[in-house]
């Protein structure tokens, strides 16, 4: 899988998205911002670090996000709330560093071992279109993105576990769930599974070492609520959460947001429900995970921007996505994956919390990559 825009473009606009992010203000927005809002906000506003963090110098920039900018005093605005290296946690000491995240993601990369392997998924991933298109909502894919898939995968505990999960929801925001005691234990089984692998144990492992949790049952009920706890997006209580909305996905105001996972595509895909369009970008790993941004159509709704690791196990998206949400709640949380840089993007949920006031993951999502 290589890039098909060139590379140094990449690097440049940082191939940022970002998803409903206005939702996550205390107070009454306008219309929200969407994942591919923010992509086209991209060349008409270039006074945000947005997807530009650590970039190379450009003198033609009217503000900067280089490692010398707050050295020459020329930052642009947002630069400390999304390019910082710390994320304070009760005093410097206690901080985790940026080099210390992609040490982390470095070893959970190497730890997932339930990933597919290159003969386990064959993509056609067909047309590569610019960013000016992304709106056009345009088939330019005859054929499906999946050609093949070894569904011997989804008979391993965790995507097992995980595949369970996705039928307990109500995609449209404004209807409140309601999970059933069966679903309730199918949440429990999935973070169970999950804690068996290497992935996740190397994650608590990392945290609880950072005086995060004292125990593995705190992760673990911390997790239950992070991913699971319910709360509104819409006029109803309790009508959505970070599961639903990052890894089955959701529609509102007549477009899709979240669903940001390959299995769930390409089960919907293989019932004909998902109709893939056209990507933006294809990663330039050479085995999976690897990542794709993508246009599709989900049962009549249109999705601009899809960002996505493709072939990755279920604990490695559910361990990357924590780690940064726990280490860079609501900033760009900066990775390494077999030595090529990711950075992903949380949101908070401010409008409701949890246990001592922590609150809700809104949406978590692949940023950028080069």
Not at 37 to 51: D, E, H, I, K, R
Not at 110 to 132: F, V
Not at 209 to 229: A, C, P, T, V
Not at 305 to 316: H, K, L, M, R, T
Request: hydrophobic share 30%; net charge negative; proline share 4%.
């Amino acid at each position: 899988m290589r890039a098909c825009i060139p590379l140094v473009l990449a690097v440049l606009c940082g191939l940022a998205w970002a998803e409903d992010h206005k939702e996550s203000e205390p107070l009454p927005q306008p219309e929200e911002e969407t994942e591919e809002a923010l992509a086209s906000n991209l060349y008409s506003a270039p006074t945000s670090c947005q997807g530009r963090c650590y970039e190379a110098f450009d003198k033609h920039h009217q503000c900067h996000c280089n490692a010398r900018c707050q050295e020459f005093g020329n930052c642009c605005k947002d630069f400390e709330s999304l390019c910082s290296d710390h994320e304070g946690f009760s005093h410097s000491s206690d901080a985790i560093t940026k080099e210390e995240i992609q040490s982390i993601s470095e070893k959970i990369y190497r730890a997932d071992t339930n990933k597919a392997q290159k003969e386990d998924i064959i993509l056609n991933s067909q047309n590569c279109i610019s960013p000016s298109e992304t709106r056009d909502q345009r088939d330019r894919c005859p054929k499906p993105l999946f050609t093949y898939v070894n569904e011997k995968l989804f008979s391993k505990p965790t995507y097992a576990a995980f595949i369970n999960l996705l039928n307990n929801y109500q995609r449209a925001t404004g209807h409140g769930e309601h999970f059933s005691a069966q679903e309730l234990a199918e949440q429990d089984t999935f973070l169970r599974e999950i804690m068996k692998t290497a992935v996740m144990k190397e994650l608590y492992s990392f945290l609880h070492h950072q005086n995060r949790y004292g125990s593995k049952q705190e992760f673990i009920d911390d997790l239950k609520n992070m991913w699971f706890g319910l709360y509104s997006r819409g006029n109803e209580e309790g009508d959505s959460s970070g599961f639903e909305h990052v890894f089955s996905g959701e529609v509102k105001k007549g477009k899709v947001t979240g669903f940001h996972n390959w299995i769930r595509f390409y089960l919907e895909e293989k019932e004909g429900l998902v109709d893939y369009y056209s990507h933006i970008y294809d990663g330039p790993w050479d085995s999976y995970p690897d990542v794709l941004a993508m246009q599709f159509n989900w049962d009549g709704y249109y999705k601009e921007v899809g960002s996505a690791f493709i072939g990755s196990s279920p604990e490695f998206e559910f361990a990357l996505y924590s780690l940064c949400f726990i280490a860079r709640p609501g900033k760009v949380c900066q990775l390494s994956l077999g030595g090529y840089p990711l950075a992903v993007r949380t949101y908070t949920w401010d409008k409701s919390t949890y246990g001592n006031g922590k609150k809700y993951i809104a949406t978590a999502y692949i940023v950028s990559s080069a």
